[in-house]
Nanobody, 126 residues
Framework: QVQLAESGGGLVQAGGSLRLSCAAS????????MAWFRQAPGEERIFIAS????????DYFGPVKGRFTISRDDAKNTVYLQMSSLHTYDTAVYYC???????????????????WGQGTQVTVSS
């Protein structure tokens, strides 16, 4: 079973950039669909972005398109989320997730994903 660990969170000024990393251990990510979710204070956890394990197809939550980029490096067993033009409303705990098997479940649904990291805090200040 794969295990995930996020890193790269921290405090950043509005308009700034930050790159999050999700390192996997225990198994290769090659055949996994990978995703990022976030949960702001007092809010539900929502889908941010995902990338497939074959054709590297990406999907994004509408408000982050053009600002966030998801990528993966299977040789390093790591997935990334590059965040730019950050706003205070991007403040949240960001979670990495992996889906190893086929599902008849939408890619943006939490139920699609089998393994989750503990999360990393991103705080955007004005």
């Amino acid at each position: 079973q794969v295990q995930l660990a996020e890193s790269g969170g921290g405090l950043v000024q509005a308009g700034g950039s930050l790159r999050l990393s999700c390192a996997a251990s225990g198994s290769s990510l090659k055949n996994y669909r990978m995703a990022w979710f976030r949960q702001a204070p007092g809010e539900e956890r929502i889908f941010i972005a995902s990338i497939t394990g074959n054709r590297l197809t990406t999907d994004y939550f509408g408000p982050v398109k053009g600002r966030f980029t998801i990528s993966r490096d299977d040789a390093k067993n790591t997935v990334y989320l590059q965040m730019s033009s950050l706003h205070t409303y991007d403040t949240a705990v960001y979670y990495c997730a992996a889906s190893a098997q086929w599902h008849n479940i939408p890619y943006a649904s939490e139920a699609r994903y089998d393994v989750w990291g503990q999360g990393t805090q991103v705080t955007v200040s004005s």
